[in-house]
């Protein structure tokens, strides 16, 4: 088959990650694959049959996503695409534009998270433009189906397909954790607290960082590691200050080896408080063997079993 993937961007984490390994799956089972997006530093990890196309893909105005048809258009043509998936939905509704009255599957991805006041329209949107609707978490899907004006017309098309992770082995490989600790100027034995998110309104990172007194008090050696930037960043380290945690804290910035850095940790910590639809960072943190704890947020609950497979808890409270 020649598949056609759309994204906004491939960045670190999140959809970006998940665009590229759906992507570089195909292509080792030996479909031809084109992506199109605005690039970005997943970009470089794509395997050398995938064929990315660059183009303004995260656009909402009518001009841009008419625009981006008309790309999308020409590249059905060239390359005789038999299939297309979207994975918002603005680049679906393109999708459907490009193809106009081709026959030709149109399978979305529904990564979420969307405010109330725009899920009735993204719920629209895809079950309008779409053969097929999926959701990275139930929880997602139900969130869809209830802001839905048609139900019945969503609920023929749209499933649950749990994110998966594919970890290379130096994420599983023990020597790894060694070597990460001594670049970053950790004690080999010192606990260390793992958490990649971006520093944005509803990650929750605060209450992480509000919570190192507490843990410091008990494990005094203990290391809060947190991998990724943002709006909230120098808010984050403020904070770190206005509590005396500075030195137990490590700003790592965007960082594209977190599974390095989930070999050289001992717990993954995800804090959200916001809307969730499935964390990829929680799902790569499980596949590493990394012990969990999670606010109860999205779809983190359908993976994570309390006190089985990790632990979950309330969300915006730091004890």
Known sequence: MNILLIAHRLGIGG????????????????????????????TARLAPGVSHIQAHTHT????????LAQILRKTVIAHEITAIHANSPSTALAARLAIGQQRLPIISSA??????????VVSELFALTSDRVVSCAE???????RHSLCKSRLAQKILTIHNGSCLSGSSLDKNVRESVRQELGLPVNAPIIFCAARMSQGKGQEFLIAAMPAILAEQPAARLLLAGD????ASFEKQARQLSVTDAIGFLGMRDDVPQLMAAADIFCLPSSGVEGLPLAVVEAMAAGLPVVAT???????????????WLVPSGKPD
């Open 111 to 120: 990564h979420g998270p969307w405010q109330p006041v725009t899920a009735t």
């Open 230 to 233: 943002g709006e909230k960043r």
């Open 139 to 145: 929880s997602l899907a139900s969130y869809l189906m």
């Open 296 to 310: 109860q947020v999205g779809g983190v609950s359908e993976i994570v079993r309390h006190e089985v497979t990790g």
């Open 15 to 42: 959809v970006g990650s998940f665009v590229v390994q759906i992507a570089n799956g195909l292509s080792e089972r030996q479909h031809r694959v084109f992506v199109v997006s605005e690039g970005g530093a997943c």
């Open 60 to 67: 909402k105005s009518p001009v841009g996503i008419y625009q």
